[in-house]
Structure formats: structure tokens, C-alpha cells
């Protein structure tokens, strides 16, 4: 099966934005009053973009589930 280039570039950026997200909660988190709310949104973006690159993963032959 063939790689193609828009693919690897996909699965590049969506690692980036659920790095991105990460760095967001991990700041949400840390302050003195953590927004709830944010931290929860930012949790449904990143099981989105999990899902997003499970999908763009299949597209080369790589098969993962995510954790419950």
C-alpha cells in the first residue's frame, strides 16, 4: 500500500493539534482556579482528533483502538 504525502502530512498535523490541546489542559489545570469547563471541552476536542487519526492511521494499513 502507498503512503501518500497528504496522508503522513494529516496524521503529522493532528498529532501537533492533540500536542497543542495537551499543552492546554495541562495549563487549565494548573491554575488556581482550573476552568472545569474548558478542561472538558478541550478533552472533547483531543477524543476527536484521537478518532480523526485512528482514521487517518487505517488509511496506511495501521490498526489501534483507543483506551475507554
Same mark, same amino acid.
Given at each position: &500500500?502507498?503512503?501518500? =504525502?497528504?496522508?503522513? $502530512? *494529516? ?19 494548573? &491554575?488556581?482556579?482550573? =476552568?472545569?469547563?474548558? $478542561? *472538558? ?28
Amino acid at each position: &500500500m502507498e503512503i501518500t =504525502d497528504s496522508v503522513q $502530512i *494529516e496524521i503529522l498535523n493532528t498529532l501537533q493539534k492533540i500536542e497543542r490541546i495537551n499543552k492546554a489542559i495541562a495549563f487549565h489545570k494548573a &491554575m488556581d482556579l482550573p =476552568d472545569a469547563l474548558a $478542561i *472538558e471541552q478541550y478533552k472533547q476536542v483531543k477524543e476527536q482528533l484521537a478518532k480523526q487519526l485512528i482514521g487517518l492511521l487505517e488509511n496506511i494499513d495501521v490498526k489501534l483502538q483507543m483506551a475507554a
